[in-house]
Each structure stands twice: as C-alpha cells, then as structure tokens.
C-alpha cells in the first residue's frame, strides 16, 4: 500500500506539473497573438489613412475624367490648368503599400500554433488572404495600362520629350483634344481606377474598421 501511494504521488506530481505547465503555454500563446492582435490594430488604422488619402486624391481628379470622356474639354483647360494633373492624368497616380507587419506576425503564429483555434485571428487572416490579393491583382492591370500608355507614347509621338520633360505641352494637347485613341486610353484608365481598383479600397477599408473593432473590444474583455 505504501508502494503504490508513493506512486499515486508521482503521478499526481507529474499530472499536476504537466497541466501547469500547460496552462503557462497557453499564457504564453495567448499573450503573443494579444501583442499580434495590437500591432494588426496600429497597421489597419495607418491603412485606412493611406486609403483615404487616395480616395480624396481620386475624387478630385473625377471632374478631369469627366471633362474629357464627355467632349466638353478645351485647349483653354488645358492651359488654364492650376496643375499637370490634367496633362498627366493617365500616366502617373499615387501608390498604396499596406502595413504587413501584424499579418506576418499573424501568419508565423498561427504556423507555430496549428491546434490553436481563434477565431478573430482566423478571420483577420482569411481578411489580409482576400483583400490583399484582390487589390494586388486590379493594382497590377494598372500598373500595365500606365506602362502601355508610357511606352506607345514614347515610341510613337514626335511630343513626347518636350511633354514627358514638361518642356511644351502643346504637341500633346492637340493629340488629346483631337485623337480617339487618348479617349479610349482616359476610359480604360477610368474603369480600372473608379469601377475596380478604388471599389476594391473601399471594402478594405470597411473590413478593416470591423476588425479594428473587434480588436478593441477583446482588449476591453481582458
């Protein structure tokens, strides 16, 4: 009897240890994903102001797209012009890069932690796999039509030095007010930008205010 309670001992010792120091893994973990979880919360509100700066960006120069896919731009317009946004309106547009680094973060600790099981970080990870892609892939179709537009001109038009190095704009201004070609290019420019790339910005935008939310919100629960 006296054997198997030195036994019982051990084991209740080893059992107990175990659990404890399970329960501190457990601590650990989830002190690592709560510091995650805070970093993805500083990275989405530092997005969100990039998106919104290019969202105003976009809304002022809506009315220039609009002037010249409806016909009623002039050459006065164009010389009248308070900046080369209007000369330049197809051929260059501010970039988004998005903060990463809570995501990477994210993605090493749910790859080191595959039998843990939370849902707010599962979710943020399926957000940053869709969303990112999505508004790499529109980005991308940009990216080439800006490159198509640059080399066709640069290779096809007598205007293109003084234009490109903003010496005289005039040979490019009768090519945009009289060519169909410059029209189609402003059109193309204008779907990828206002019906996909911009749209695409915007879910970013109101995916992420929720998740920033729901950050906050487990922050109150601790």
């Known amino acids: 009897m006296y054997g198997i309670g030195e036994i019982l001992l051990v084991v209740i010792g080893i059992l107990i240890a175990v659990a404890l120091n399970n329960w501190?893994?457990?601590e650990r973990e989830k002190k690592?994903?709560?510091?995650?979880?805070?970093?993805?919360?500083?990275?989405?509100?530092?997005?969100?102001?990039?998106?919104?700066?290019?969202?105003?960006?976009h809304e002022s120069t809506?009315?220039?797209?609009?002037?010249?896919?409806?016909g009623?731009?002039?050459k006065k317009d164009y010389q009248d012009a308070q900046d080369i946004r209007l000369h330049f309106l197809i051929l260059g547009y501010p970039e988004i890069s998005f903060d990463k680094r809570g995501y990477n973060l994210l993605s090493t600790y749910n790859s080191n932690n595959e039998t843990t099981k939370d849902t707010?970080?599962?979710h943020i990870a399926d957000f940053y796999t869709e969303r990112l892609l999505e508004i790499k892939v529109d980005d991308e179709f940009r990216a080439l039509d800006f490159k198509n537009n640059y080399e066709y001109w640069k290779n096809?038009?007598?205007w293109w030095a003084n234009y490109i190095?903003?010496?005289d704009f005039d040979g490019f201004e009768t090519y945009a007010?009289?060519?169909p070609d410059y029209k189609n290019r402003v059109a193309n420019a204008y779907f990828l930008t206002y019906d996909i790339f911009l749209p695409e910005l915007r879910i970013f935008k109101e995916q992420a205010l929720i998740i920033i939310k729901a950050i906050e919100q487990r922050a109150l629960e601790k």
Do not use: G, Q, V
């Open 24 to 26: 501190n893994e457990k």
């Open 32 to 57: 690592e994903l709560n510091n995650i979880l805070l970093t993805i919360h500083k990275n989405l509100k530092n997005d969100i102001l990039e998106i919104d700066k290019i969202l105003e960006f």
């Open 62 to 70: 809506a009315p220039l797209y609009d002037k010249i896919l409806s």
């Open 72 to 74: 009623s731009i002039t």
């Open 120 to 122: 707010l970080a599962a």
């Open 156 to 158: 096809n038009y007598d």
């Open 165 to 167: 190095t903003r010496k």
């Open 177 to 179: 007010l009289n060519s």
